[in-house]
């Protein structure tokens, strides 16, 4: 041998070294394959959209059977109590504390869950999601919730929620 390296002194040496990479090189070509035969997993499996993988239902809660629309309204009770009253109506609202009563704030208010839980993925919504959510789906509904004529009307004196017409 004409070459000495610090590292190889001998011909064992090269050949251990030899050894060494090419078990590397194998664990990479299988590296490849795996990730090769991965991707193509991906690729082909159909995977399902990402609305069926919400958990709030998709379909409007006037639409549902007996006891979707009960699970339903509970989720959606805890979406407004938790969320958006403290949220965007506060403490000093004119918000009816028994608002789950009110068909029309039900519905109104389900429809604006319904685009939050899209508008607010900006995975689906793109970034400017978030504001038209704001824009076109809250606060109209709140305009009208809490409008003069609204549902909540005869719910703002001091003994708080009454059906409306009593």
């Given at each position: 041998?004409?070459?000495?390296?610090?590292?190889?002194?001998?011909?064992?040496?090269?050949?251990?070294?030899?050894?060494?990479?090419?078990?590397?090189?194998?664990?990479?070509?299988?590296?490849?394959?795996?990730?090769?035969?991965?991707?193509?997993?991906?690729?082909?499996?159909?995977?399902?959209?990402?609305?069926?993988?919400?958990?709030?239902?998709?379909?409007?809660?006037?639409?549902?059977?007996?006891?979707?629309?009960?699970?339903?309204?509970?989720?959606?009770?805890?979406?407004?109590?938790?969320?958006?009253?403290?949220?965007?109506?506060?403490?000093?609202?004119?918000?009816?504390?028994?608002?789950?009563?009110?068909?029309?704030?039900?519905?109104?208010?389900?429809?604006?869950?319904?685009?939050?839980?899209?508008?607010?993925d900006?995975?689906?919504?793109g970034?400017?999601?978030?504001?038209?959510?704001?824009?076109?789906?809250?606060?109209p509904?709140?305009?009208?919730?809490?409008?003069?004529?609204?549902?909540?009307?005869?719910?703002?004196?001091p003994?708080?929620?009454?059906?409306?017409?009593?």
């Open positions: 041998m004409t070459f000495t390296d610090d590292r190889v002194t001998t011909d064992s040496g090269l050949t251990d070294r030899v050894s060494l990479l090419q078990n590397a090189m194998h664990k990479l070509g299988a590296d490849v394959i795996r990730l090769q035969t991965q991707l193509s997993e991906i690729a082909t499996s159909t995977a399902p959209p990402r609305s069926q993988e919400r958990q709030p239902a998709s379909q409007f809660i006037f639409n549902l059977s007996r006891e979707e629309y009960r699970g339903e309204l509970a989720a959606l009770v805890s979406w407004v109590n938790d969320f958006l009253i403290p949220v965007y109506a506060g403490p000093v609202t004119r918000w009816c504390p028994a608002w789950w009563e009110h068909h029309e704030a039900v519905g109104r208010l389900h429809a604006v869950r319904l685009a939050y839980l899209e508008l607010t900006t995975h689906l919504s970034p400017s999601g978030p504001g038209l959510w704001h824009r076109d789906h809250l606060d509904a709140l305009d009208r919730l809490l409008g003069s004529d609204g549902p909540f009307a005869d719910c703002l004196g003994t708080g929620h009454r059906p409306r017409g009593s």
